[in-house]
């Protein structure tokens, strides 16, 4: 019985390129966002601020 066969150097590449490509996908997550979009979120962000804003009362 023998196991199979590694290289080692194909073994080191392969498990670089998983972790550069899960580096990738968290930034494109983070930063991945176009102008317009986050333009967007602002404005629906700050309209939700004021509109929380307004139904506070005054003790």
Known sequence: MSGKIVNLRQARKRK???????????????FGVSKHE?????????????D????KRDL
Do not use: F, P, S, Y
Request: no cysteine.
């Open 16 to 30: 670089a390129r998983e972790v550069e490509a899960k580096t990738g996908d968290a930034n494109a997550a983070r």
């Open 38 to 50: 986050r333009k967007a979120r602002a404005k629906e962000t700050d309209k939700a601020i004021r």
């Open 52 to 55: 929380l804003d307004g139904h």
